[in-house]
């Protein structure tokens, strides 16, 4: 059974700080990957996904990155604000049906 | 208007109750799923549909059922609840195109306790 581990669990920065969120898949064998952001009492918002062909995606401040090799996953946030906190959960689906497993987040605080 | 809606958006039930929660998406998405989100658990795939007439079981189907009414539709019913069927649900869509699944949209969730 696939088991998805994000390190680490919980993350305080300062303002401005460039950080990096991993994600690591038990089996290396990743379809699509997806990373999400989740408020506290929200639902998930889609930040980035890298499909099947591609190994890397960017949005604006964000950067993920997947080694199929490893089935290791990172999420780069540059200039880090305020209002990046909030969870971020990684997901890959290992059936090629989209059918994804979670990691359990990381909980990010960006202080001011 | 949201492109994925779930209702109702908090429910408190009893042991032994009859509970439908329903998933509606504008998004014009074939693919629909309900997952389950437990605390310190990543969310789990309960179950799938890939249509109206293709409905797929995930990995903790015991005890749901579920209705793809229509393309738009996807229910999710427990049929007799219990405590540890509390957690918050959440239905999700996604398409696909040129041989590629695209990123899956969720609802913004159902919190459900049983009592």
């Known amino acids: 059974k696939q088991e998805v581990t994000q390190i680490p669990a919980a993350l305080s920065v300062p303002e401005g700080e460039n950080l990096v969120l991993n994600c690591s898949f038990t089996d290396s064998a990743i379809y699509n990957l997806q990373w999400f952001r989740q408020d506290p009492g929200k639902g998930l918002t889609s930040l980035l996904l890298?499909?099947?062909?591609?190994r890397e995606q960017t949005s604006g401040r964000l950067n993920a990155s997947l080694d199929k090799s490893s089935g290791r996953s990172t999420l780069y946030i540059a200039a880090s604000q305020p209002g990046d906190s909030a969870t971020y959960l990684c997901?890959?689906?290992?059936?090629?049906?989209?059918?994804?497993?979670f990691g359990t987040g990381t909980r990010l605080t960006v202080i001011p | 208007d949201a492109d994925v809606t779930q209702t109702p958006r908090n429910r408190i039930t009893k042991t032994g109750k009859r509970i439908m929660l329903e998933c509606s998406q504008t998004?014009?998405?074939?693919?629909m799923y309900w997952y389950r989100q437990d605390p310190g658990l990543g969310l789990r795939l309960i179950y799938y549909?890939?249509?109206?007439?293709?409905?797929n079981k995930g990995e903790i189907s015991d005890g749901y059922s579920v209705s793809r009414q229509a393309q738009a539709k996807f229910s999710l019913s427990l049929e007799s609840a219990i405590p540890n069927q509390t957690a918050l649900y959440f239905c999700?869509?996604?398409?696909?195109?040129?041989?590629?699944?695209?990123?899956?949209?969720f609802g913004p969730g159902t919190r459900l306790t049983v009592l």
């Open positions: 890298i499909q099947s062909s591609q």
């Open positions: 549909s890939f249509d109206v007439k293709d409905i």
């Open positions: 998004k014009g998405h074939d693919r």
């Open positions: 999700a869509t996604s398409d696909w195109t040129s041989g590629s699944y695209n990123e899956q949209f």
């Open positions: 997901a890959g689906d290992q059936t090629g049906a989209n059918n994804l497993f």
